[in-house]
């Protein structure tokens, strides 16, 4: 299984901006799908995921400016990011997994690359 993630770059604070990342397989394979982000010197920290059967999301609290929603029929999930500032900017990581998360934020087996987002003020 691979994910490709995509849609980051530069955006001025107050701004937004649509990662996507698209698995190799159909993502009604797994469980889940989510985003993490990073910063230098900080361990990843969760940002949101969707469970993909019932489409149910669960956003950070400290991050009710994403969204998260999913595609079928192009195997992706998106991370909708609004009203940007300089604290959100980080790599941004993609992941899934096949199985239930053992907690709201503990991540699935499977990652992708990161893409980095910079927001400006």
């Known amino acids: 299984v691979q994910l490709q993630a995509s849609g980051g770059g530069s955006v001025q604070a107050g701004g937004s901006l649509t990662l996507s990342c698209v698995a190799s397989?159909?993502?009604?394979?797994?469980?889940?799908m989510g985003w993490y982000r990073q910063t230098p010197g900080k361990e990843r920290e969760f940002v949101a995921r969707i469970f993909v059967g019932s489409g149910l999301p669960y956003i950070d609290p400290l991050k009710g400016r994403f969204t998260i929603s999913t595609d079928s029929a192009k195997n992706s999930v998106y991370l909708h990011m609004n009203i940007l500032t300089s604290e959100d900017t980080a790599v941004y990581f993609c992941?899934?997994?096949?199985?239930?998360?053992?907690?709201?934020?503990?991540?699935?087996?499977?990652w992708g690359q990161g893409t980095l987002v910079t927001v400006s003020s």
């Open positions: 992941n899934a997994g096949s199985k239930r998360p053992t907690s709201n934020t503990a991540p699935g087996h499977y």
């Open positions: 397989t159909n993502i009604f394979r797994f469980n889940h």
